[in-house]
């Protein structure tokens, strides 16, 4: 397969063919994402805002939305699944892989993330343009490929019946307990049976993701073996999209994500939690 990522080389000489995302997200706290993309983005691309199109039915944060839901919201960004989309965020590879899982979800067959972001589109002095954009809109039939998802239920029988590896990307201190939770109310601790790959360790400082051999070496570190089936998993699913792209570099495009994550499974009382490594 080609890998998911393209360069910021490739871009600059492709961005009237193309379909961009902006795909900013920040950790509650540190920011709001369409304002970072307002103060500056890659010309042409549009906002997809993670917690706007979204399940907001359930209190779990940013959960995939229905395809109705999403077919609505990605028409009216202009989207279109006979073109190649590519997909960005400020940090460098933080949640655009989030975007990216999603538009694969929903049956866009091109879908690329721009290694290094913003964050090293900018380093190299490209333009960036300010303020929002008014895309045409699109009219998009609803698709949804239910196997690239794992729901609670899901993730309790894989793990009863071994069906799967759950590889968390949590950093290494929360996966282990030893750390508290960012979200209150949750527990602290893992999964019974999952491997720890933090989503942090297979980005570079420049935000690009690492190399295949570096991330081949850093899930056989951990015990995962990727010819087997994968379900990767997270805080609140959006790093769990992380190992999830670096995953499809290594040639497993097939790798699913538990939507609910820490944020469903730590916060429930008849859901097992067990600590240390």
């Known amino acids: 397969m080609a890998d998911p990522l393209v360069s910021t080389e490739w871009l600059a000489g492709r961005l009237d063919e193309v379909q961009l995302v ?143 590896q759950l590889v968390d990307a949590r950093p290494a201190a929360r996966f282990r307990g030893e750390a508290p939770e960012p979200r209150p109310g949750l527990r602290a601790g893992h999964m019974p049976g999952a491997c720890n790959v933090p989503a942090g360790g297979l980005v570079n400082p420049d935000g690009t993701l690492k190399s295949a051999d570096e991330l081949r070496a850093a899930f056989a570190a951990a015990d995962v073996d990727i010819t087997a089936p994968i379900v990767t998993t997270c805080g609140s699913g959006v790093t769990a999209a992380i190992l999830a792209l670096a995953l499809a570099r290594l040639g497993r495009e097939d790798v699913a994500i538990y939507d609910g994550s820490w944020a469903e499974w730590g916060g429930r009382a008849d859901t097992e939690v067990v600590t240390g490594a």
């Open 22 to 164: 902006d795909a900013t997200w920040h950790m509650p706290g540190e920011g709001v994402g369409r304002e970072t993309y307002e103060a500056g983005h890659i010309p042409g691309a549009v906002f997809f805002d993670i917690d706007e199109v979204a399940d907001r039915s359930t209190g779990l944060p940013h959960m995939l939305p229905s395809p109705q839901a999403f077919a609505q919201a990605a028409g009216k960004l202009g989207l279109d699944r006979g073109r190649t989309v590519l997909v960005y965020d400020a940090h460098g590879i933080f949640s655009a892989p989030r975007v990216w899982w999603t538009l694969r979800t929903m049956g866009f067959p091109q879908v690329f993330v721009l290694d290094g972001g913003l964050k090293k589109w900018r380093a190299e002095g490209r333009p960036v343009e300010t303020g929002g954009a008014t895309p045409a809109s699109t009219l998009l039939e609803t698709v949804f490929d239910p196997f690239l998802v794992r729901d609670l239920d899901a993730v309790r029988n894989l793990l009863a019946r071994r069906e799967a």
